[in-house]
């Protein structure tokens, strides 16, 4: 793992392409429903890209953090969502943010938490890598919020 990890610099780089993805996606299809499903370090990045954008769901799972203290700091009006699987590691890590000479370390509040603010879904059991798993709980969830917005 990359020290780079600890900051949002890879992050605050891939959130305009994202941005520009759903901006393009949402001209080729209207009408579509558009969630944001995000992994991982992946959340940092739909973080960054957040503000402005029209979707439905930003879906935050296995997340160190995403480098905000409340949903409201995410400028969306997307239903903000969370969940973490009971055996994931991510719980671990510290949610700090630690300014540091020339950057921050840390990516900040735990989107689980009840201070971050986010609608919370049901992970089931399983550890970091397997909430995308054929039959699994966190699944059947992640499908039914981007199906019809309820967990």
Known sequence: MSPEV????????????????VRELSTAAPRARISLLCHSYGSLVCARAASGLEVA???????PGVGADSVGQLHSRAAVWAGRGAHDWIADVPHVRIP????????????????????????????????????????????????DGHA
């Open 100 to 147: 540091l000479l020339v950057t921050t370390v840390g990516l900040g509040t735990d989107p689980v938490s009840k201070e971050f603010g986010a609608r919370s879904f049901d992970a089931g059991e399983g550890g970091h890598s397997d909430y995308l798993k054929p039959g699994s709980v966190s699944l059947r969830s992640l499908a039914r919020i981007v199906g």
């Open 6 to 21: 600890l900051t949002a610099g890879r992050a605050d780089r891939a959130a305009p392409r994202l941005a520009s993805f």
């Open 57 to 63: 769901d930003i879906v935050l799972y296995g997340s």
